[in-house]
Structures are given as C-alpha cells and as structure tokens.
C-alpha cells in the first residue's frame, strides 16, 4: 500500500495504518529484536515495577540505613571510617557491573551449563586433569616415541578415553 498525499493518509483505517507501518523492513526488524528479548523485557519489566511500586519504601529505608550507619561507624570504627567508604565505593562499582553483565548471566543460566549433568561431566574431567597432571610430574615420561604410544593404546582406560575423545570430536562436530 502506499499513499501520495496527506488527503491519503488522513482517510485511512488504523488498520490500514499498521500494515503501512508493517511494510517498514525497519519496522519488522525492530519488531523481531523485540520478541527475541521479550523474556528478558518482561522480567527487567517486573523489577522495575516492583522497585517503582516500593520506591518510596526502599528510598527511606535506605536513608535510615546511611545515618544509622554513620552512626555505627563512627562509634565503633573512628578512624577506620575511611576504609569502610572504600568498601562501599567497591561494592556499589561491583553492583553496576552486575548490572551491566546480567544480560549474559541470564543467558549463561539460560545456557544449560549449570545442568547437573554438566557439573557432573565438568567436575570428572578436572579430576582426570588433576590426576595426569599429578602423575606426569613425578614419573618419567610414559610416551617416549610413536611406538610406546601405539603399546599404550592396549591399555583399557586409555581405549575407553580416546574412545570418548573421537565420540566428542564427532558430537562437536555435528554441532559445528
């Protein structure tokens, strides 16, 4: 659809004015942008309005906080106040940095990482790591050529490992 004058533009519906709007690729990329984020929205939405309705609440309490804990310190710590404005001033640049990641951590909880399987998988392959490590520091080297490679695949436990190799390098690569 498209119009050629303002005479146009006022005699059309609402209807006919969103699918004008709709026709906008801008639009639809805007609007796709908009449903990729909508979990994230709808929950940054809630926090907002949850502080909004609190606000009040929140900002008082706060202020009554700061005199009590100006308060406290300068009973208790004298002195040492100084160093209890820093570790406020580090906690509240530690807050705005949370602030700014909580995107990605939403998806790095989102991302199926924290799985229990996963821990489970990631905890024995630390182990295994610690464990050759341990052993490569306090003996010879086992592999010395191509040939004591070729022997040490007789051995189960190293089969069954570059068995589980090949079949992640498989799954990886399925995935690439």
């Not at 820093?86 to 509240?92: E, F, G, M």
């Not at 003996?139 to 040490?152: C, E, G, T, V």
Request: hydrophobic content about 45%; proline content about 3%.
């Amino acid at each position: 659809m498209s119009i050629s004058t303002p005479q146009e533009l006022k005699t059309l519906t609402e209807r006919d004015k969103l699918e004008l709007k709709l026709s906008d690729p801008s639009v639809v990329s805007s609007l796709s942008q908009l449903i990729d984020q909508a979990g994230l929205l709808a929950f940054l939405l809630q926090m907002l309005d949850g502080f909004l309705v609190r606000g009040d609440v929140i900002a008082d309490s706060i202020s009554q906080m700061a005199v009590e804990a100006r308060e406290q310190t300068n009973n208790v710590f004298g002195d040492d106040a100084a160093n209890l404005q820093q570790i406020v001033t580090v906690l509240s640049r530690l807050g705005v940095s949370f602030a700014k990641a909580a995107p990605d951590i939403v998806t790095l909880f989102d991302s199926g990482l924290f799985r229990s399987d996963v821990v489970q998988l990631l905890s024995t392959a630390a182990d295994a790591a610690v464990e050759a490590r341990v052993k490569v520091a306090n003996k010879h080297p086992r592999i010395k050529s191509a040939f004591s490679l070729m022997k040490s695949l007789k051995d189960p436990d190293v089969q069954k490992g570059m068995s589980y190799v090949v079949e992640l390098a498989a799954s990886l690569g399925r995935r690439v």
